[in-house]
C-alpha cells in the first residue's frame, strides 16, 4: 500500500504541477482552452496558482497527512468545476480532462485508504 502512495500522489503532483507552470507562464494549450471554454484569460494565473498549491500540498501530504488527503480533495473539486466548464459549452474534449481526474481522484483514494479519514 505504501508503494501505490506514494507512487500515486508522486504522480498526481507531477501533472497537476506541469498544469500549473502552464497556466502560470501563460502557454497556448491553456490559453486556447480557456477561449474555447469562454472563461476570461485573467482566471489563468488563479487557476495555475489553485494548480500549483494543490500540486505542493500533495507533497506536503508526505509530511502531514491531512495536508495531502484535503489537497487531493481540492483537486478533484477542481477537476470537477473543469468538467462543468466543458459541458457548459458542449464540448466532449476530455480525454486530457479523465486523464488528470483520474490520478487526482485516485491520489484522494489513497490517502483515504492509507491514513484514514482524518
Not at 17 to 38: C, D, F, S, W
Given at each position: ?16 504541477g506541469i ?76 480525454v486530457g ?12 483514494v489513497v ?8
Amino acid at each position: 500500500m505504501f508503494a501505490a502512495y506514494v507512487t500515486i500522489n508522486i504522480l498526481a503532483a507531477l501533472f497537476t504541477g506541469i498544469a500549473a507552470v502552464t497556466y502560470l507562464i501563460n502557454h497556448a494549450y491553456p490559453r486556447e482552452q480557456m477561449e474555447m471554454k469562454r472563461l476570461p484569460i485573467s482566471w489563468m494565473p488563479r487557476l495555475g496558482a489553485t494548480l500549483a498549491v494543490g500540486s505542493l500540498g500533495l507533497l506536503a501530504g508526505f509530511l502531514v497527512p491531512v495536508l495531502g488527503t484535503l489537497a487531493s480533495l481540492g483537486l478533484v473539486l477542481y477537476f470537477i468545476g473543469a468538467f462543468i466548464a466543458h459541458m457548459r459549452v458542449g464540448s466532449r474534449k476530455l480525454v486530457g480532462w479523465a486523464v488528470f481526474f483520474a490520478t487526482v481522484v485516485a491520489a484522494l483514494v489513497v490517502n483515504l485508504a492509507y491514513h484514514g479519514p482524518w
